[in-house]
């Protein structure tokens, strides 16, 4: 099923002006459902068809695009971060409040981002495909975004439903946490997710 958003789907310029702090509201509702911590300092943003558009329509605002080229382009780097019924897909934010201890971490978790899984029941983990745009890690630095891909063959997929344990986690040399099995609107919210 193709999810993609396409230009007749996005409000003008004047029109999203209009109704932006609205749709905005709306947003901001659903994403507090859809975002998970592991440990201390990372967080994943679960992206959906919704949370994708609002951000096409805000880099639209932003960079006042309007011709038709430029919208495409957008919709081109975005659409891919929309899950496809068969997987899930993140943005991972590695946060810390101060600048110093930041840049210890992020030198400290290089790779990080090919260490997150996800278990479902009693099957494997599940390892997240990490930043299939562009390589975000230098020898010395991670970058402190990540755009995660979680990807299930048709077995898993038949056993992910609300009822199901489904426990994510890291398991980095030196950020190694799990969630414990999540539950409650976000996991109603990305069992939704797949088709």
């Not at 990540?146 to 009822?163: G, M, V, Y």
């Not at 199901?164 to 950020?175: M, N, P, T």
Request: with cysteine.
């Amino acid at each position: 099923m193709n999810k993609d958003i396409l230009i007749n789907d996005l409000m003008s310029l004047e029109e999203y002006a209009k109704n932006r702090s609205e749709f905005r509201k709306g947003i901001l509702l659903h994403k507090q459902y859809r975002n998970l911590q592991i440990g201390d300092a990372v967080t994943l943003f679960f992206e959906d068809r919704r949370t994708i558009h609002y951000q096409i329509q805000e880099m639209l605002r932003i960079e006042k695009i309007f011709e038709e080229e430029g919208i495409r382009e957008e919709l081109s780097s975005y659409n891919p971060l929309i899950p496809n019924g068969d997987n899930w897909k993140a943005t991972m934010m590695i946060q810390y409040t101060d600048p110093q201890e930041r840049q210890i971490a992020l030198s400290k978790m290089v790779g990080i981002e090919d260490c997150v899984w996800v278990k479902v029941g009693d099957n494997e983990l599940i390892y997240a495909v990490a930043d299939e745009d562009l390589d975000r890690t230098r020898e010395d630095k991670t970058s402190s975004v990540h755009f995660l891909r979680f990807q299930f063959d048709s077995d898993i997929l038949d056993e992910i439903n609300e009822t199901a344990s489904i426990v994510f986690g890291i398991d980095h040399k030196h950020y190694d946490t799990n969630t414990g099995d999540i539950e409650g609107k976000l996991k109603t919210s990305i069992v939704n997710d797949l088709d």
